[in-house]
T-cell receptor, first 111, second 114 residues
Framework: GESVGLHLPTLSVQEGDNSIINCAYS??????FIWYKQESGKGPQFIID?????DKRQGQRVTVLLNKTVKHLSLQIAATQPGDSAVYFC??????????FGEGTQLTVNP | EAQVTQNPRYLITVTGKKLTVTCSQN?????MSWYRQDPGLGLRQIYY???????DKGDVPEGYKVSRKEKRNFPLILESPSPNQTSLYFC?????????????FGEGSWLTVV
């Protein structure tokens, strides 16, 4: 399944499928990008990050892709599990530690 | 254990009654910030502080005040709360300029203003 940036804030996938969550960022000067996961009733948790001099970075079951030309960021989750159900935020850093967050995408994994 | 602690976690208050949400971190971080989270708007920064006695406005500072008299504490003050300040608030801390994987968030404070 695939979300379409900020205009589709929900994504529903079947367990075991791959998920793709998209994010459009605003500032071409941003040098660092992060994906956070937020479970219900909790604060955001770091998932993966990428610097602006990279196009792709992989973690455990997650991959982040950065397309600076169109200012687009995506998070790919392989073999999505019920425990992956959460809201996912992208964030961009423009200076120092200041982060600007996207509105988030609610990912629901159906068993 | 490294943590950011917010209090209260849940609060219902009335319009105009001053309140303070406390935030404390035990990691000796220079940078602390407050965010509010609203449906469809994501996390928006209210105020941030780069160090003791240094604070600055974020994206939505109206109606809020902060102070940073000690490195570990960064209270959020609502002098005269209004219903549009009903929201979920998060405090966060990190080393200044550090990477996103070492930004620590508190567990959130649910505030309702009636």
């Amino acid at each position: 399944g695939e979300s379409v940036g900020l205009h589709l804030p929900t994504l529903s996938v079947q367990e075991g499928d791959n998920s793709i969550i998209n994010c459009a960022y605003s500032n071409s000067a941003s040098d660092y990008f992060i994906w956070y996961k937020q479970e219900s009733g909790k604060g955001p948790q770091f998932i993966i990050d990428i610097r602006s001099n990279m196009d792709k970075r992989q973690g455990q079951r997650v991959t982040v892709l950065l397309n600076k030309t169109v200012k687009h960021l995506s998070l790919q989750i392989a073999a999505t599990q019920p425990g992956d159900s959460a809201v996912y935020f992208c964030a961009e850093r423009t200076s120092g530690s200041r982060l600007t967050f996207g509105e988030g995408t609610q990912l629901t994994v159906n068993p | 254990e490294a943590q950011v602690t917010q209090n209260p976690r849940y609060l219902i208050t009335v319009t105009g009654k001053k309140l303070t949400v406390t935030c404390s971190q035990n990691m000796n971080h220079e940078y602390m910030s407050w965010y509010r989270q609203d449906p469809g708007l994501g996390l928006r920064q209210i105020y941030y502080s780069m160090n003791v006695e240094v604070t600055d406005k974020g994206d939505v500072p109206e109606g809020y005040k902060v102070s940073r008299k000690e490195k570990r504490n960064f209270p959020l003050i609502l002098e005269s709360p209004s219903p549009n300040q009903t929201s979920l608030y998060f405090c966060a801390s990190s080393l200044w300029g550090d990477s996103g994987n070492t930004i620590y968030f508190g567990e959130g404070s649910w505030l309702t203003v009636v």
